[in-house]
């Protein structure tokens, strides 16, 4: 085993790559895939390295390519490759880049304690669904056909953000069966960004550019709320209780 | 009783005798056909097919199967109505039902360009088959006179050169360009007056923008639509009088004629020593080219949820003193505003200041505090430059921007020109190598599209590359020299110490016996 030091440790080397790269869904972005393999890099080295044998073992193959006579083609071969795929990782890391700027995405931004709704405040933080506004089969009903109504161009006929239009946004369309997103939130919070919009996000929301129509333009306060406890009812979740979250 | 079923056996049988002709006709024009076999469906299959069904499609389709769910007066197309048993894209002969597989596929698959999604992924495949039983039972016809051939779409010939030209061929004689138009973009001179079956306008398909066509875009999709045709429109069915092998030929050349989109994020401006004055210049044919997806402007009133233009293609070139944008967008008609409908038009928006902290203007025409410098030109009335504070808030202004535009056939290609450096307050100046924020909206007369109904885009980026810097290519080799002097030098101090301490060398001694 030991004179299979060094094969053993490149297989070891490209089995964990090749577990990282196709074992894990999704793909691990290219810097921590490179964390990874330094770790692994290094604790291969470190296995080699404890045990004298095995150091010579590990190196032996290497020291016969540079020495033995019978080897010269082969050597010439890694002599030259050598510099010139370090020549290329050097153009491919000098070369002008240009990709789109990096855009952070606040999903859940910090809310406004308060808000206009239709010229009178709306209290976000200690608001709640107004009695006779409740979640009824007559609301949901309402809901829906607003939802179809209006919602569906983008957020989809399976309220999964996959609409007709989502493919022309950016920010894409909130998916609201994704746990993420309605799931993790108030109901007054969503109350919040359905009436206000794209335009009534704060300014640390960046990047500053959702689709999100307000909805308060086109739709009465009752209106919303009953399509808000649709896209609740629709996909299963209920809203977070008030209270619990403290912040986003 | 009895005299009633002997009428309706005698009906069905005529129905089926020149059915059972129809076939042989078909073989005998090299088509192949195989039998179907409709599911059985259960009780069960059936009540979970009506949960699934109220749940996820009568919204739009009606809970009665009827296309009156709460979202069809909306939509455009619009939904299917399943009482009628009149399907689209199926495989089978032109005026029948489609099999199970069709209507398994299409729920599967979705339609391209409309609202109707691709369930596959959403539902697993007994939900969808589940789905088909479902909708079947909204039209007796299903059970009374089911589908009982198929045409098989295998088998077809290779897209060779030869077979593309015989393809154009027959384009041209089966006139398929009195609707679709002579390059295949839809416009063909009865392309304004076509409806379907229930009386909604229609227009034919753009062939040259396969992102969109209904029934999927491979050359197998081609040729089933060409062969069974498009039920409930005036698409006909080709195998009742075409060979064959004349309609593989013809779905090759269709799938020839459709471009390959280009998505992405920036349009690259390309570097040029004469930026050519025509739109139509073959020039521009080298330019990278960038496809934008347009969306309805659904975000203020009046509202438009059907944008007739749903993707512009962009490209850029620069010289030392001037940027020109190339916009090509497909328009079935041409409306300069002498026909009583309002001007086709085009606007390009940039950020008219420096952003600040990388926050872009409003996508809709800015906002009060990050106004949009708009460039706008009209088929009626040729180029304006607008300073925009969003929608309501847009002022005219001097403009420094020129535009040649033209239509030919079925196809707008504008160029708008303007120097690099800004020339007044507010205004976008371009730099090489900086991403400048860039949209678009578009505007179709013929559908009534002006003011706020517009079609729009989100923000992309206009990048001017600029030249490669020369250190680009000399660290490489740089890196290059200094690792074989490296090599070099280590395999010199090695051979040394291995000369000197030759007596000594166990473990090395090992390896050739290995």
Redesign the interface.
């Known amino acids: 085993m030991r ?1 299979l030091a060094l094969p053993l440790a490149a297989l070891v080397w490209v089995a964990v790559w090749a577990a990282l790269r196709f074992g894990v869904q999704p793909p691990i972005p290219g810097q921590v895939m490179g964390l990874y393999m330094s770790i692994t890099t290094v604790a291969i080295l470190v296995y080699v390295l404890a045990d004298q044998e095995r150091t ?2 590990f190196l ?2 290497l ?2 390519l ?3 006579s019978h080897l010269a083609v082969p050597r010439l071969g890694v ?1 030259i490759v ?3 795929l ?3 990782y ?2 491919d890391s ?3 880049r ?1 990709d ?2 990096f ?1 952070a995405r606040t999903i859940h931004p910090e809310p406004p304690a308060s808000f206009r709704l239709h010229g009178a405040d709306f209290d976000v933080l200690r608001g709640h669904r107004p009695e006779g506004m409740g979640v009824n089969a007559q609301n949901l009903a309402a809901g ?2 607003l939802y ?3 919602c ?3 957020h ?3 309220l ?1 953000g ?4 989502a ?4 920010p894409l369309p909130a998916n609201f069966r994704d746990s993420g997103t309605i799931a993790q939130l108030e109901e007054t919070y969503v109350f919040w960004r359905v009436s206000t ?3 009534g996000l704060p300014d640390g929301a ?4 959702s ?1 999100m ?2 909805w308060q ?2 739709l009465t306060e009752e209106e919303i709320w009953q399509v808000v406890a649709y896209i609740y009812d629709a996909t299963g979740y209920t809203p977070r209780e008030s209270g619990s979250a403290e912040g986003h | 009783m009895a005299g009633a079923r002997y009428a309706v056996a005698l009906l069905v049988g005529s129905l089926l005798v020149p059915g059972v002709a129809a076939a042989q006709d078909f073989e005998a024009r090299g088509f192949r056909l195989g039998s179907t076999s409709p599911r059985q469906a259960t009780a069960e299959n059936l009540a979970a097919g009506k949960a699934l069904y109220n749940e996820n499609c009568s919204q739009c389709h009606g809970e009665k199967g009827d296309a009156q769910g709460v979202a069809a007066d909306l939509l455009n197309p619009r939904p299917r109505d399943f009482r009628r048993g009149i399907y689209k894209i199926r495989r089978t002969p032109q005026g029948e039902l489609p099999t199970d597989e069709d209507l398994f596929r299409i729920v599967g698959n979705g339609m391209p360009g409309t609202s109707m999604p691709a369930w596959r992924g959403l539902l697993s495949d007994a939900q969808i088959w589940q789905l088909v039983d479902y909708i079947k039972s909204f039209s007796e016809d299903f059970a009374d006179y089911p589908a009982e051939q198929q045409f098989l779409l295998d088998g077809r010939p290779d897209a060779s050169p030869e077979s593309i030209a015989r393809g154009a061929e027959v384009y041209v004689q089966a006139e398929c360009a009195k609707c679709h138009g002579e390059n295949g973009r839809g416009n063909g001179p009865s392309a304004s007056e076509q409806e379907d079956e229930w009386g909604n306008k229609i227009w034919p398909a753009d062939l040259t923008q396969p992102w969109a066509l209904r029934g999927g875009s491979t050359a197998e999709d081609l040729y089933r639509t060409v062969t069974t045709g498009v039920n409930g429109t005036p698409m006909p069915s080709f195998s009742d009088a075409w060979k064959h092998e004349d309609l593989a030929h013809l779905a090759n050349y269709l799938h020839s004629i459709g471009r390959e989109p280009v998505w992405g994020e920036i349009v690259r401006g390309t570097k040029t020593d004469s930026i050519p004055e025509d739109p139509f210049a073959p020039a521009w044919d080298e330019v990278p080219a960038l496809d934008v997806r347009l969306a309805g402007q659904v975000i203020q009133r009046p509202r438009l949820f059907n944008p007739s233009v749903q993707s512009l293609n962009v490209r850029a070139l620069f010289d030392d003193r001037e940027l020109a944008l190339l916009l090509t967008w497909h328009d079935r008609f041409e409306d300069n505003g002498d026909n009583g409908k309002p001007s086709d038009r085009v606007s390009v928006l940039f950020s008219a200041r420096e952003l600040e902290e990388r926050k872009k203007p409003y996508f809709l025409m800015g906002d009060r505090k990050r106004p949009v410098d708009s460039w706008q030109w009209s088929a009626g009335g040729g180029t304006e430059t607008f300073l925009a504070r969003g929608m309501d808030e847009v002022t005219l202004r001097p403009s420094p921007v020129s535009g040649l535009g033209a239509y030919r056939d079925g196809e707008y290609r504008v160029v708008l020109r303007r120097r690099l450096a800004a020339s007044q307050d507010d205004e976008v100046a371009f730099r090489p190598g900086e991403m400048i924020p860039i949209a678009w909206n578009v505007w179709d007369g013929d559908r009534g599209e002006e003011g706020k109904r517009r079609a729009i885009s989100r923000w992309y980026y206009l990048l001017l590359e600029p030249e490669t810097p020369w250190t680009t290519y000399v660290w490489p080799i740089a890196v290059i020299f200094l690792a074989a002097v490296g090599e070099m030098v280590g395999l010199r101090v090695l051979r040394q110490r291995w000369a000197n301490e030759q007596p000594q060398a166990p473990a090395l001694q090992e390896v050739p016996e290995s």
């Open positions: 004179r010579r073992a032996a193959p020291v016969a540079l020495r033995e002599l050598v510099p010139l370090l020549g290329w050097t153009y000098v070369r002008p240009f789109p700027p855009e829906r056909r179809y109504r209006n569906m161009y983008c989809g006929d399976y999964n996959q609409g007709h239009f493919d022309a946004l950016n919009g794209g335009p960046t990047p500053w550019n689709s129509p307000v333009d086109f």
